[in-house]
């Protein structure tokens, strides 16, 4: 990202000087005073990822894995949109898939809504420990016919890294 590139912020951190933004399809954070946005008690609050979570990489599209290349505890943050909202969504739900099988515990239902986002930076720990070759994927079900956008960055964390939504 230059300087004077355009980003949409999507949340900020209560504890921390930092916005939450995306930019072309990527998803990050950056700190408040790079940008020229005044007004930050109009944007909705979301926790910045805690030290203790080391960054891996990002998987976008639906379709898309991950295959993991540290192992250990893994937690994925997700966010689920579609192009523009405005229009009925129906109903759906999200899991987590670790080497194809999905798991229960990571489901998400998503309501019928009209909202553009319908996951927003979602912490979801995968359960287990992740082994080297594992591979993390997604599924959703439900929902319209419409074009969704996935972006999960996925984390390292050891069991005393609190990461929260």
Do not use: H
Not at 5 to 13: E, K, P, Q
Not at 59 to 81: F, M, P
Not at 123 to 133: F, L
């Amino acid at each position: 990202m230059s300087t004077g590139d355009g980003v949409v912020i999507l949340a900020r951190d209560e504890r921390l000087p930092w916005y939450r933004v995306r930019w072309q399809d990527q998803m990050g954070w950056v700190p408040q005073s790079g940008t020229n946005y005044a007004d930050a008690s109009k944007i909705p609050v979301l926790r910045s990822p805690p030290p203790c979570a080391k960054y891996l990489g990002q998987v976008t599209g639906l379709n898309g894995e991950w295959q993991a290349t540290s192992a250990g505890r893994i937690v994925v943050v997700i966010d689920l949109y579609r192009s523009k909202p405005g229009t009925d969504f129906r109903a759906g739900s999200f899991r987590v898939q670790v080497n194809g099988i999905e798991k229960p515990e990571t489901e998400r239902i998503i309501e019928s809504t009209k909202r553009q986002y319908l996951i927003q930076g979602a912490p979801i720990p995968v359960p287990g420990t992740a082994r080297i070759g594992d591979r993390i994927g997604f599924k959703f079900s439900g929902g319209n016919s419409e074009a969704l956008t996935l972006l999960a960055a996925i984390y390292l964390t050891d069991s005393n890294c609190k990461f929260e939504g």
